[in-house]
């Protein structure tokens, strides 16, 4: 890599391994040494949290024992301002529209992932 490479930390709020390592190849891809941490649960996001920094939280919308919304109102309470972008494969534009309003920077269908780089 070269100098220009930025470093990204990157906590993942996903329940599907190959989700989250699909963003981890597309974050790498575009050129950032990537430091990150998978989460399922909300006990697990709030450890993870409280254990490193991080510069973005990528969170699933809908996860068996979570949800997108849960983690928003999770980083919400920290009080930290880290740019929260909401992935899915079947939340609607309604769904979306509230997710920002409520504070996420951008949401992206898992079908149109390319949007992440930018």
Not at 88 to 98: D, F, I, P, Q, R
Request: glycine share 6%; hydrophobic share 45%.
């Amino acid at each position: 890599m070269n100098s220009r490479t930025k470093t990204l930390a990157a906590l993942i709020v996903e329940d599907m391994e190959s989700d989250a390592q699909l963003l981890v190849r597309m974050l790498k891809k575009a050129g950032y040494k990537l430091v990150h941490e998978q989460v399922e649960t909300a006990t697990q996001m709030r450890t993870a949290l409280e254990k490193r920094s991080w510069d973005i939280v990528i969170s699933d919308y809908s996860l068996p024992q979570f949800s997108g919304e849960g983690a928003l109102e999770i980083l919400r309470e920290t009080g930290l301002d880290i740019p929260f972008i909401v992935v899915s494969g079947t939340m609607g534009e309604e769904t979306a529209v509230a997710m920002m309003k409520a504070g996420a920077q951008d949401y992206l269908m898992k079908d149109d992932l390319a949007r992440l780089i930018p």
